[in-house]
């Protein structure tokens, strides 16, 4: 099936220092999606991506939709401790709404 | 609006039965969802539904029931639990031909 190959694992960053995380995949797909999950929630949406080379922005976070279809990135700059969590990346091929979602970074910010 | 809710929030099993968990969502979104979420593997796609009536596997469909008899409510059933469904499951829900998913808060249940 398909699979998203989301790196790091993990990562332990100090506060103020910018983060980077990667996604790819052997499958061209439409959509690229960015989720955060804080411990004992439920995803919630950061980015959407919906065209090959976007770059988007949402305050200190930015991602992009790569040129070939097959990765994404997220960025997160200047960080601080309520950016803990699980970051997810997904994608989808589109129109059916199946999305497939990375393994996860788990993200830990010393103050 | 409420968003998905599910519940239980909580619940343990004895190997061997059933239960149902609840997903209903409140923004009239035709796409439901379900999912588990275990250590070190992310987020796997059970059973989905794009509309009352119509229901379709995922990735790991085996030992889970659903159905979809309206627009707001998706239950996932667990006829003969076993411990390898001890998991974190989520709902979620979104709007047709849209790709931006809602999830719900999980149900964390353990299978003795």
């Known amino acids: 099936g398909q699979q998203l190959n989301q790196s790091p694992q993990s990562m332990f960053i100090q506060e103020g220092e910018d983060v980077s995380m990667n996604c790819t995949s052997s499958?061209?797909?439409?959509?690229w999606l960015w989720y955060k999950q804080d411990p004992g929630e439920g995803p919630v949406l950061l980015i959407a991506?919906?065209?090959?080379?976007e770059l988007t922005s949402n305050g200190r976070l930015t991602a992009q939709f790569g040129i070939t279809r097959k990765d994404s990135f997220l960025n997160i700059s200047a960080s601080i401790p309520s950016d803990v969590g699980i970051y997810f990346c997904?994608?989808?091929?589109?129109?059916?709404?199946?999305?497939?979602f990375g393994k996860g970074t788990k993200l830990t910010v010393n103050p | 609006n409420a968003g998905v809710t599910q519940t239980p929030k909580f619940q343990v099993l004895k190997t061997g039965q059933s239960m149902t968990l609840q997903c209903a969502q409140d923004m009239n979104h035709e796409y439901m969802s379900w999912y588990r979420q275990d250590p070190g593997m992310g987020l796997r796609l059970i059973h989905y539904?794009?509309?009352?009536?119509?229901?379709d596997q995922g990735e790991v469909p085996n030992g889970y029931n659903v159905s979809r008899s309206t627009t707001e409510d998706f239950p996932l059933r667990l006829l003969s639990a076993a411990p390898s469904q001890t998991s974190v499951y989520f709902c979620?829900?979104?709007?047709?031909?849209?790709?931006?998913?809602?999830f719900g808060p999980g149900t964390r249940l353990t299978v003795l």
């Open positions: 539904s794009v509309g009352a009536g119509i229901t």
């Open positions: 997904a994608a989808s091929q589109g129109g059916s709404e199946k999305l497939v």
């Open positions: 991506l919906y065209k090959a080379g």
């Open positions: 979620a829900s979104s709007p047709l031909w849209t790709d931006t998913q809602y």
């Open positions: 499958s061209i797909f439409n959509t």
